[in-house]
């Protein structure tokens, strides 16, 4: 079976790692002017030489963006079903050997929440748990769906990874996009940070997306966990896989998250910091790179950064985040998944992006895109 395994395998960590120490300031603007860039371009933008041109790259970013998405940025809100986990991750709050009370969502508590989603303007939600597959398993999904999608215009999921069946399945009830993250594309330390579980299995992850395309899901949702191993390696990995997705899935569309490793319940601290400075150059790539993708921007960046980037390359923002099950009206002290670092509500993100001349909109990018199809 063909699956980005097998382009995977043909790289390897450390000859990325000493290629991208050796990328040269001629390489980085011969990858800025070309019009189509390869993965190989994508390195180059990465690497500490591009870094001495981000205020070049922020305002190529600047203009892209705008060309391809206009000035418009789409809200969306998680919605925490279950922090039930049967794997040990070492960076997470869910993580099993985490000694903390438990909470899944029932059906007249699933309501409760998304009636207070819904009273902040939320029409985008996005669905999360842990992976504890007898408790909330394609079932209970799928049952979860069926009570929120008359509700909402766009459902996006971020779970365990499951059976191209199961996706199917979700994708027949509705579900528009799927999140999975590697976490990391370290493949000989993976085993350190998931000890345990399920999710300790490298390559069944790894595939998961290939698992999603072919059930013919809409979007779907790519990142690494920055700051578990060296940032613009990963990240490498990550663009890699998406250039391989694009042009597998090309009816699919994609997107990319930057999950930077904050503090939760008894999790390790980050093997690797990542400054702001860095994390504003990886969307830069990203944007320079691909023109087309979407970059969704969390709660768990801070204030100053998220009104920074709302100009430099963010499609979507989450706001008023809770990421604990029941955290915004049945259970607000129960087990969350991490801290976030922006609180602010819906309506103050949605008043600072007016404020930065753009429009936030409560609908996914089909109502904004007038019929655009991607050029792959």
Request: hydrophobic content about 35%.
């Amino acid at each position: 079976m063909n699956s980005f395994k097998n382009v995977f395998e043909r790289y390897h960590w450390d000859n990325i790692k000493e290629k991208l120490e050796k990328v040269t300031l001629s390489e980085v603007m011969n990858s800025l002017q070309k019009k189509y860039k390869s993965p190989d371009d994508f390195l180059n933008l990465l690497s500490p030489a591009a870094a001495e041109k981000l205020e070049l790259m922020a305002n190529i970013t600047r203009s892209l963006t705008q060309k391809r998405f206009g000035k418009t940025i789409q809200l969306y809100a998680p919605m925490y079903l279950s922090n039930e986990c049967q794997n040990i991750c070492t960076y997470c709050g869910f993580s099993l050997d985490n000694q903390l009370r438990r909470k899944t969502l029932s059906d007249t508590e699933i309501m409760v929440e998304a009636s207070v989603l819904k009273s902040m303007g939320v029409s985008h939600v996005l669905l999360v748990s842990g992976e504890a597959n007898k408790t909330v398993g394609i079932s209970y999904f799928r049952n979860a769906v069926r009570l929120l999608k008359p509700h909402f215009a766009h459902i996006s999921i971020e779970v365990q990874p499951l059976s191209e069946e199961e996706y199917s399945v979700l994708h027949q009830e509705g579900v528009h996009s799927v999140l999975v993250y590697q976490e990391t594309y370290h493949q000989e330390v993976y085993r350190e940070y998931h000890p345990k579980g399920k999710k300790s299995n490298f390559h069944f992850r790894l595939e998961t997306p290939d698992r999603i395309g072919k059930a013919g899901i809409h979007k779907i949702g790519l990142g690494v966990l920055l700051g578990l191993e060296d940032w613009r390696v990963d990240s490498f990995f990550n663009a890699l896989h998406i250039d391989y997705l694009q042009k597998t899935y090309w009816k699919s569309r994609f997107s990319v998250s930057f999950p930077r490793l904050r503090p939760a319940e008894g999790i390790i601290e980050p093997n690797f910091i990542m400054e702001d400075k860095d994390l504003l150059q990886l969307i830069c790539a990203y944007r320079i790179w691909n023109e087309d993708l979407e970059i969704s921007i969390s709660t768990r960046e801070n204030e100053k950064f998220r009104n920074h980037i709302i100009s430099l390359g963010a499609t979507a923002m989450s706001a008023g985040s809770k990421t604990n099950p029941g955290g915004y009206a049945v259970d607000k002290d129960s087990l969350e998944q991490f801290e976030t670092s922006d609180e602010r509500s819906m309506e103050e993100i949605r008043n600072v992006i007016k404020k930065a001349g753009y429009d936030p909109v409560m609908k996914d990018w089909d109502s904004v895109y007038n019929g655009f199809t991607p050029a792959i």
